[in-house]
């Protein structure tokens, strides 16, 4: 077969082969705790399931828009309104099969050899993946611990160059649960003033879960920059909605109709019901949403310090999203080497941050999207593990 050559640079998210490697040994009748996972443990909330039996026993059955449904296009503009004080047309928005096609689009759209494309370095293994694929050079932004792994706007700004064409950020932050300052995205977006030729991916699908009283600066919030924007955002984090496949993007005006041309070739439109599902998540009750924030600040208040505890550990407070993600330079052990004792000897999935790029070496990620029971009793067997080493 005379398969594309670009395949050859597309790379893949390695949580999934910890999930499956995982699995694998609880067939095998081993007890294993899952904090490799990158999604919430509860269940959607019981209205937003019911809207979407409700959209197929009404007969919404058929193709919507490509766009999606423009009662749910308003819904996310009301939404975005209440959360970042800002207007957005619903013209601008489109509905997506999940948060991820944003980012495969944006990429496509201005990827190619010959252009630099950034990204955050540790961050989700699907932009460097994307921006290979598409012949751009891969430019990455290191994220420090010493920063609480937020970006520096100067650094970003002084890695710009003639051939950058975009920028991809993440806050609040996978692996590392960094959130970025108001003072830094303000300084990176003024900066940007004198690069007038580089749009902006904001990836902002963890923005509703932020603790210590953070509030999260959208980049919406910057009209000087709203024509080379795009925003990511979904609702299957703050929904525990994962499997259903629904997000969104916000465009400039003046490529909205290129990507709804993509999405025409690709996917055609978003499953009906699940766009109505979208509207009772947006416009019904929040307080499953706050429950699940409240849960998953209280377990990052318990694992934070338990991580510190452990010998050859250090591990700084994440301020969003439902990751830690230690440095484990003192146990003497590459992340990788870590993570798979970890799974193999004490029965505890996690992901080695080198799955998220170079700089994660020396870190691992713990997801709390688990238990106080199951991350104590997690903690416990790696304690062990480590202490038998020494
Ligand atoms: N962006 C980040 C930073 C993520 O961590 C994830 C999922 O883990 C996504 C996007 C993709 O979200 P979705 O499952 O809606 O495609």
Not at 219 to 232: A, K, V
């Amino acid at each position: 077969m005379l398969l594309a050559e670009n395949l050859k640079r597309l790379g893949t998210e390695t949580a999934f082969e910890v999930l499956a490697r995982a699995a694998e040994l609880q067939r095998q009748g081993k007890d294993v705790i899952n904090l490799g996972i990158g999604q919430p443990d509860f269940q959607t909330p019981a209205h937003i399931v019911e809207a979407a039996i409700k959209a197929l026993r009404d007969g919404h059955h058929g193709y919507t828009p490509a766009q999606g449904i423009l009662p749910l296009r308003e819904a996310v503009a009301k939404d975005l309104h209440k959360r970042h004080g800002v207007e957005v047309s619903p013209d601008n928005i489109v509905i997506m099969p999940g948060g991820k096609p944003t980012m495969f689009f944006a990429v496509l759209m201005f990827g190619q050899p010959g252009v630099e494309i950034m990204y955050p370095d540790p961050g989700f293994p699907i932009y460097r993946s994307m921006i290979q694929y598409s012949g751009a050079k891969a430019v990455p932004i290191a994220l420090k611990e010493e920063n609480g792994f937020a970006f520096s706007a100067d650094e970003v700004l002084a890695q710009i160059t003639p051939k950058t064409s975009l920028i991809i950020l993440n806050s609040p932050g996978n692996p590392t649960g960094g959130a970025v300052p108001k003072e830094e995205v303000a300084k990176l977006v003024a900066g940007l003033a004198k690069h007038p030729q580089v749009a902006v991916m904001s990836d902002e699908i963890y923005s509703q879960m932020l603790y210590d009283g953070r509030e999260h600066e959208s980049f919406l919030r910057y009209p000087e920059i709203r024509d080379r924007l795009i925003i990511l955002d979904g609702w299957s984090k703050t929904y525990a909605m994962t499997g259903w496949r629904l997000g969104f993007s916000v465009w400039p005006k003046s490529i909205v109709e290129t990507v709804v041309r993509l999405c025409v070739n690709n996917h055609s439109c978003v499953n009906a019901p699940t766009q109505f599902a979208g509207i009772a998540a947006l416009e019904g009750p929040q307080d499953d949403v706050v429950k699940m924030v409240k849960a998953f600040d209280e377990r990052r208040r318990a694992i934070v310090p338990m991580l510190n505890q452990l010998p050859g550990f250090t591990c700084v407070n994440p301020g969003g999203a439902f990751y830690a993600f230690p440095n484990i330079t003192g146990t003497g052990m590459s992340a990788r080497e870590l993570q798979n004792r970890m799974l193999e000897e004490a029965g505890v999935a996690t992901v080695a941050g080198t799955s998220f790029g170079i700089h994660g070496e020396g870190y691992i990620r713990f997801s709390y999207a688990n238990s106080i029971e199951n991350i104590r009793k997690a903690i416990e067997r790696v304690g062990t593990l480590l202490m038998e080493k020494r």
